[in-house]
Structures are given as structure tokens and as C-alpha cells.
């Protein structure tokens, strides 16, 4: 046996307690997930293989999810949620970055601050924001007043709903990915930017052709897992909309929650859950592939 396969063989016992974890958590539920999608099973009854055969329905779930327009209209929510919150997400992700990059003395009571709404649970977050966004009562609203104006009925109103929804999702968010913006800033080469300072270049060029290059691995790390919480958005529209107002904000995640343990619909549900990793994988690969157009390791 070559040292390798020793290697391997010596490894297998430490690597047990991982492989049997991912096993039962992860592998199993997949596969289960499978199978659900192919029945009509309610969840009301007991489930095992040898059930199987008596709900199998075939693709039916998957074929009715497909041409039912719901499912395209909660497809349309997300991707216009995603067209609010990743541009304002990265907006405020940047300045927190740069506060922290310039501010050096404060910097350890920065973070902590900017850090506190993402180890906020949100339910809480969502509940704040609730009342942040309250048409009576809510702060953004009283703020509004002040200049003589009338704030829209954020959480009430169908063109208003989804947008309120981002202000939370921002808030909560910005203060995970500035950290790691921040991180990148810190990790680039000073000498590039004296050599830029040498060459004549201004603040604005520096920018775009020193910082935003060479920070470009950081930021389409923090696209990949902003798109992906995008898909997976849930807690703050069962809290804050309930997926109202008339169907305005309702999404993928919050669809399958619904069938799957208010219609007892659960073999619907898992086909939703399969057509919603498809949908993420292929952006994945997507932006994998057109990394190569943007994204510059060299530094």
C-alpha cells in the first residue's frame, strides 16, 4: 500500500463522526426531499418507502408549479427584491468599509456597532422594522412629516410593501458585508496606491483602477452569498407582510413554508425547494463563469 492510501486508511477513523453527520443531516433529507416531490404526501400521515407507491404522482408537482402563474409571480418578487437590496446593500457595505478603513481609532467600537444587527435574530429585526415602518406611528413616516410631506403605507400598500422589506433586509445585512469589505481594504498593498499617487492618478481613478480591482474578489464573494440570502428571503416577510398585501410580497421561501405546513401539501412544497436550488445553481454558475470577466486575483 503506497503512503497515500495510508494516509487515507489512517484518516477514515477521525473522519467518521463528519461523514456520518453529513450523512444523516444533509444526504439523507436530499434524498428524502426527492422522493417527496414525486408524491402527493400531506404530511398528516406516516411516510416510509413502502408508502411511496400510494402518493406517487410523478413530475405533476413539478409540471403544475411550471405553468401555474403564482410560481413566476414569486419568482418576478424576488428578483425585484434583488434589484433593491443588492445595489443598496453594497452602497451602505462600502461606506461602513471605508468609515472603518479611515477611522482608526475608532475602529473596534465601529464594528461592534455596525456588527449588533447581524447577531440581532430577526425576529427581532423584523419586529423593529414593523414598527420603524408603522404608517401611524412608525419613525421613517414621523421623520417624513417633519418636511410637510406623508409617508406611504409601507407595509400596507403592494408597490411599498417590497421595498420596506429591503430597508430591513439592508440594515440587518450591510453590517456582514462591510466587515468583510473591510477586510479586503486592508489586505491591498499600500505600495499601489503610492505608486498611483506617483503616477498623478486622483482620488476618483485610484478608485476605480487601484481599489475596485484589486478588491473585486471580495465583492463577488459578497455577491454569491447576497444573491443566495436573496433567494432564500423568509423570516422578515412572515413577519412583516405575511407575503401581503394581496400576494405582493410573496416569495419562494415563504410558498414552501406555506404549502408545505398551512396547505399540508408537502410533496408540492419539495418540488418548490428542488425548481429553487436549480434557480440558484444556475446563477451560481453564471457568476462563476463571468468572474473571469471582472474579478482579479492578482494582487
Same mark, same amino acid.
Do not use: C, W
Given at each position: 500500500m503506497s503512503k497515500e492510501k495510508q494516509k487515507i486508511v489512517q484518516a477514515i477513523p477521525f473522519m467518521l463522526p463528519s461523514i456520518v453527520g453529513m450523512m444523516i443531516f444533509s444526504f439523507f433529507p436530499i434524498l428524502m426531499a426527492t422522493a417527496l416531490s414525486l408524491t402527493d404526501w400531506s404530511g398528516l400521515e406516516k411516510f416510509t418507502i413502502?408508502?411511496?407507491?400510494?402518493?406517487?404522482?410523478?413530475?405533476?408537482?413539478?409540471?403544475?408549479?411550471l405553468t401555474h402563474k403564482e410560481f413566476w409571480n414569486t419568482l418576478l418578487h424576488v428578483l425585484y427584491y434583488i434589484v433593491l437590496y443588492i445595489p443598496l446593500g453594497f452602497i451602505f457595505s462600502m461606506i461602513i468599509a471605508l468609515i472603518l478603513h479611515t477611522d482608526k481609532k475608532l475602529t473596534g467600537v465601529m464594528r461592534v456597532l455596525f456588527y449588533v444587527p447581524v447577531l440581532t435574530s430577526w425576529v427581532a429585526a423584523s419586529l423593529i422594522w414593523k414598527w420603524v415602518l408603522s404608517s401611524q406611528y412608525g419613525v421613517i413616516n414621523s421623520i417624513i412629516g417633519i418636511f410637510g410631506m406623508k409617508g406611504p403605507d409601507w407595509l400596507t400598500n403592494r408597490y411599498w410593501a417590497m421595498p420596506g422589506i429591503v430597508l430591513a433586509s439592508v440594515w440587518k445585512d450591510m453590517g456582514y458585508y462591510g466587515l468583510y469589505i473591510f477586510r479586503g481594504l486592508r489586505g491591498i498593498d499600500p505600495t499601489y496606491y503610492e505608486a498611483a499617487k506617483v503616477d498623478g492618478a486622483g482620488k476618483l481613478r485610484t478608485l476605480f483602477s487601484v481599489t475596485m480591482p484589486l478588491l473585486s474578489p471580495t465583492l463577488f464573494y459578497c455577491l454569491i452569498m447576497s444573491l443566495i440570502n436573496a433567494f432564500q428571503l423568509f423570516?422578515?416577510?412572515?413577519?412583516?407582510?405575511e407575503g401581503g398585501p394581496?400576494?405582493?410580497?410573496?416569495? =419562494?421561501?415563504?410558498?414552501?413554508?406555506?404549502?408545505?405546513?398551512?396547505?399540508?401539501? =408537502?410533496?408540492?412544497?419539495?418540488a418548490y425547494s428542488w425548481l429553487l436550488f436549480v434557480i440558484i445553481r444556475i446563477l451560481t454558475l453564471a457568476q462563476l463563469k463571468m468572474q473571469k470577466v471582472w474579478v482579479h486575483y492578482e494582487s
Open positions: 413502502h408508502t411511496i407507491p400510494d402518493h406517487f404522482v410523478g413530475f405533476q408537482n413539478y409540471i403544475r408549479l423570516p422578515q416577510v412572515l413577519i412583516m407582510t394581496n400576494g405582493a410580497t410573496q416569495v =419562494m421561501v415563504e410558498r414552501i413554508y406555506t404549502y408545505a405546513f398551512s396547505y399540508f401539501k =408537502m410533496g408540492y412544497a419539495a
